[in-house]
């Protein structure tokens, strides 16, 4: 039976692929940071394993296949696993399992589950990023000195990076798809010229050719492909080293004749790949939109709460002493209406901006 202490903890993330441009799942990196890994591995233990709730935590599968699983060793601290198919509303946990010794099969106890909207956004935007930024001066509390809790501020947070993406068309959180696309001719020919449906691209986890029978008869060597990562636009280039890999037709085809000889052929190239920022990488401009968009929410609620709720103005009188409050509440405006008006104001200026920077015209040479 594991003792209690062997609990891996999740601390950080390093912050989620058929019809076209269809989303498999947010990209999820859970990472742990385990002072005691030494003992754990004393205690037979040797590898790490990631377990998904979808139901709120009513029932757990493990996502890691066996050979997945993180390999523990003595003197590292840091271990992370990735889930391709996230979501920011499963649950997330990991366990220290033991695959060979005479504990072999026995897991430890599991850690404390976290959600995955905290660990999606935390790459991007933390709670406390936002109420140091966007919230100075505001009174984050209730009546009763209640604060709103961290959830809430993560789902406006969440919210936001949606509206976002949503607004601009384009992935902001890394996230998987795949893509199938047309053969055509003169693409073909300029070096099988493709351009992906979502970008900025982190990385093309594999681009193949799947003939209408359903067939794949060519997955392409990672080393041929050629990445634009920020206009999301990809080409075959063979090197050397590699050709034996792939079948090589007359006059360098990488299809057989039936095939290049045609001008059109529908979804015949298919390309599984994450788009979006990776993680640190996010641009400023994108953040400090976010976080304004974010604050929106709670500042409606705490200005409604300013002076009381749903109290404009307030006086207090006591053996000829008056006191008087009057806050800018209304039943057209919340007390922080001001903050409210001006952050709309500069996400409305920026978003043409961003518009035109991420999605104009792209300019590309066969």
């Known amino acids: 039976m594991a003792e209690n202490f062997i609990q891996p903890s999740v601390v950080e993330n390093a912050n989620a692929p058929a019809i076209n441009a269809r989303q498999t799942g947010t990209v999820i990196k859970i990472s742990i940071n385990d002072d005691n890994i030494d003992q754990v591995i004393d205690a037979g233990y040797n590898k790490l394993l990631l377990e998904r709730s979808t139901d709120n935590g009513l029932s757990w599968l493990e996502i890691t296949g066996p050979g997945e699983r993180a390999v523990l060793a003595k003197g590292i601290f840091a271990y992370s696993i990735t889930d391709r198919g996230g979501d920011p509303n499963f649950l997330y946990r990991t366990r220290y399992v033991a695959t060979q010794g005479s504990v072999q099969g026995e897991c430890s106890d599991p850690s404390e589950p ?34 709103l809790t961290e959830a809430t501020f993560t789902h406006y947070i969440l919210q936001a990076i949606r509206w976002l993406e949503h607004e601009l068309d384009m992935p902001i959180l890394p996230t998987a798809f795949l893509d199938n696309h047309d053969y055509n001719r003169e693409d073909y020919q300029a070096f099988s010229f493709i351009q992906l449906d979502n970008y900025p691209v982190i990385q093309i986890d594999e681009f193949r050719v799947q003939y209408p029978s359903g067939q794949n008869v060519i997955v392409y060597p990672a080393e041929w ?33 039936i095939y290049n000889g045609m001008q059109y052929l529908p979804h015949l190239f298919q390309v599984a790949y994450v788009a979006g920022f990776e993680e640190g990488r996010v641009p400023r401009n994108i953040i400090d939109l976010i976080g304004m968009a974010a604050a929106l929410g709670p500042l409606d609620i705490f200005g409604d709460l300013l002076g009381g709720a749903g109290i404009a103005s307030l006086s207090l009188s006591m053996d000829g002493l008056s006191q008087s409050l009057n806050t800018t509440s209304s039943p057209e405006n919340a007390g922080y209406g001001a903050r409210v008006i001006q952050y709309q104001r500069q996400i409305k200026a920026q978003i043409p901006m961003l518009r035109r920077f991420y999605k104009g015209l792209r300019f590309t040479v066969g």
């Open 114 to 147: 976290i959600e995955g909207a905290g660990l999606a956004i935390r790459s991007i935007l933390t709670v406390p990023e936002l109420k140091n930024r966007y919230f100075f001066g505001v009174d984050l509390t209730n009546d009763k000195g209640e604060e």
């Open 225 to 257: 492909i050629r990445l634009n990562k920020e206009h999301g636009q990809i080409q075959i280039v063979p090197t050397a080293g590699t050709l034996s890999e792939v079948l090589i037709g007359q006059g360098g085809s990488f299809l057989p004749a």
